[in-house]
């Protein structure tokens, strides 16, 4: 799911002109998943204009829809 969520962002974000795409995975152990988003993540990524984050879902939860 994460090299398909990469390919859309950096599609988007060329298409309509933005400078960064930062791709934020909230889960409720980012430690745990971290070694294997940011491996597949340095096998996609394809320049220096895009970023990955890895952040605890209870501190997402705000900024998401209700």
């Known amino acids: 799911m994460l090299a ?8 988007q974000r060329d298409a309509l002109g933005f400078h ?3 791709l934020v995975l909230a889960a409720a152990d980012p430690d745990a998943l971290r070694p294997r988003a940011e491996a597949l ?3 996609r990524n394809v320049d ?3 970023h990955l984050h890895l952040v605890r879902a209870a501190e997402a939860t705000p900024l998401l829809p209700a």
């Open 41 to 43: 993540f340095a096998t």
């Open 4 to 11: 398909g969520w990469l390919q859309e962002g950096l599609e």
């Open 20 to 22: 960064r795409f930062r």
């Open 48 to 50: 220096e204009r895009t």
